[in-house]
């Protein structure tokens, strides 16, 4: 039992240093920097990947990904695509609507970053809620993403016409006011978001870890992301919004992520506990 619990012991130690080198290598090879993810989330999706591309090892892994890029490029996007829909969660899109449109109203001209956009859903329905609440035309949506490929598919607002019925109810269930098949033409087996909302949408590249601040934004939202850093990148990423945040600015979490216990609690006030949204102070 003793010789079995220290192979358990060895086998770990192993995979941590495995783990360790691979991500160090991706870092030094191609300049993402997945060190500071949180080691669970990390380590599942690193096996994952290893099985859907037929890999024994985590340093089979490390040997693929660094000698060929387009290994890579699946790589990356499995770590970083999460499964989204538009208006998901209603709940959160309706306390946009009664809590931070009227807030947004005030300005001449409104800013809104979406950190970690995938595919675009998220931004789209954004459009939609600002457009009926009739300030789209002063928007402009910064939707970024680390990935190239879910931002190719992001900025084509192509999307399966199987999924339309879950995001309509969605849709309904946030509040929307008009027809949701107002906003796409139906092609074949796909549904095309229409010109009108994709024009104030910028859709671009950038890395919450490597990069910088390049706005200064009335909201920002960025659900279900910090979750998946350890504490020290999560402060990190926290400093980069908080430059990024204009007087009064809106910060949208995820409903697992909080501001308590960060430096910033005292920095934001708690417009509503239970959707995360918070207000800067100054």
Not at 126 to 132: D, G, P, R, T, Y
Request: hydrophobic fraction near 40%.
């Amino acid at each position: 039992m003793k010789d079995l619990m220290n192979t358990l012991e060895d086998n770990d130690e192993i995979e941590s240093i495995e783990i360790d080198l691979l991500l160090d290598g991706i870092f030094r090879r191609y300049g993402y920097d997945f060190r500071n993810y949180a080691s669970a989330s990390i380590r599942r999706r690193i096996w994952k990947f290893a099985k859907l591309e037929k890999l024994g090892t985590i340093s089979a892994v490390q040997e693929a990904v660094l000698h060929d890029s387009t290994i890579m490029d699946r790589f990356v996007l499995s770590l970083t695509v999460n499964v989204t829909s538009m208006f998901r969660d209603p709940a959160f899109f309706q306390a946009l609507r009664t809590e931070v449109v009227p807030i947004l109203k005030t300005y001449p001209m409104i800013r809104i970053w979406d950190a970690g956009c995938a595919t675009g859903e998220e931004a789209y329905s954004m459009a939609i809620v600002l457009k009926e609440e009739g300030i789209y035309d002063r928007c402009r949506i910064y939707a970024t993403d680390m990935n190239e490929d879910v931002l190719r598919k992001a900025k084509a607002g192509i999307f399966p016409l199987s999924h339309m019925k879950e995001y309509t109810d969605n849709y309904i269930q946030s509040g929307g006011k008009n027809s949701f098949s107002e906003y796409y033409t139906a092609k074949y087996d796909y549904a095309i978001i229409n010109q009108e909302l994709r024009q104030n949408i910028i859709f671009a590249q950038h890395n919450l870890v490597t990069d910088k601040s390049f706005n200064e934004f009335n909201l920002v939202l960025i659900r279900n992301v910090l979750i998946y850093f350890n504490e020290d990148l999560r402060t990190k990423v926290l400093d980069l919004l908080h430059e990024s945040m204009a007087s009064f600015g809106i910060l949208a979490l995820g409903k697992r992520e909080s501001l308590k216990f960060s430096k910033y609690e005292k920095a934001y006030e708690e417009l509503d506990s239970v959707m995360k949204l918070y207000k800067r102070c100054a």
